[in-house]
T-cell receptor, first 112, second 109 residues
Framework: IAGITQAPTSQILAAGRRMTLRCTQD?????MYWYRQDLGLGLRLIHY???????GKGEVPDGYSVSRANTDDFPLTLASAVPSQTSVYFC???????????FGPGTRLTVL | GQNIDQPTEMTATEGAIVQINCTYQ??????LFWYQQHAGEAPTFLSY??LDGLEEKGRFSSFLSRSKGYSYLLLKELQMKDSASYLC??????????WGAGTKLIIKP
């Protein structure tokens, strides 16, 4: 692995289903982030983690949860998907808060 | 509220120079970032400014005026591969990035 990986690349999901988006980094970065990107809008922060074992809410956290059990992994869970969660989801990491962020390739999620 | 403004779309000619502006109003300021994003891909880091002035990096330069809440990204000797969206982002007092909607740059031969 080099950098950040995300899985799956894309997914079509029925409304009401539970879904976990995976994110793994191998750069030993302390901080990790989940964003969603929608057409015509800037990237919006969903949740973040400044270090393993801690998480925080971003601008649009409702309907999403995260965990940070170790440095490398930062999964994002949609407990019960709704169509408004159709978006492209990017995971990012940085050496510490305040540093430049490196992005994964993204997950394109469609909720029907 | 917090706000980042940048033009939605710009068009320029191959070999020319283009300036993409960004104005911001945020709660606190811990630096301004520019990212490039090609269609269907992830954003990639271009530049970081925390002090007033111009930062030059090859064909790309970025300028910051904190008193005016203003930055620009200058791209010289434009190439077709520079066709992309350019994202302006400000790090606020909580060290979270506030993002503009991005400027789609179209390069014509």
């Amino acid at each position: 692995i080099a950098g950040i990986t995300q899985a799956p690349t894309s997914q079509i999901l029925a409304a009401g289903r539970r879904m976990t988006l995976r994110c793994t980094q191998d750069m030993r970065h302390n901080a990790m982030y989940w964003y969603r990107q929608d057409l015509g809008l800037g990237l919006r922060l969903i949740h973040y983690s400044n270090t393993a074992g801690t998480t925080g809410k971003g601008e649009v956290p409702d309907g999403y949860s995260v965990s940070r059990a170790n440095t490398d992994d930062f999964p994002l869970t949609l407990a019960s998907a709704v169509p408004s969660q159709t978006s492209v989801y990017f995971c990012a990491s940085s050496g510490s808060e305040g540093n430049e962020q490196f992005f994964g390739p993204g997950t394109r999620l469609t909720v029907l | 509220g917090q706000n980042i403004d940048q033009p939605t779309e710009m068009t320029a000619t191959e070999g020319a120079i283009v300036q993409i502006n960004c104005t911001y109003q945020t709660s606190g300021f811990n630096g301004l970032f520019w990212y490039q994003q090609h269609a269907g891909e992830a954003p990639t880091f271009l530049s970081y400014n925390v002090l007033d002035g111009l930062e030059e990096k090859g064909r790309f330069s970025s300028f910051l005026s904190r008193s005016k809440g203003y930055s620009y990204l200058l791209l010289k000797e434009l190439q077709m591969k520079d066709s992309a969206s350019y994202l302006c982002a400000v790090m606020d007092s909580n060290y979270q990035l506030i993002w503009g909607a991005g400027t789609k740059l179209i390069i014509k031969p």
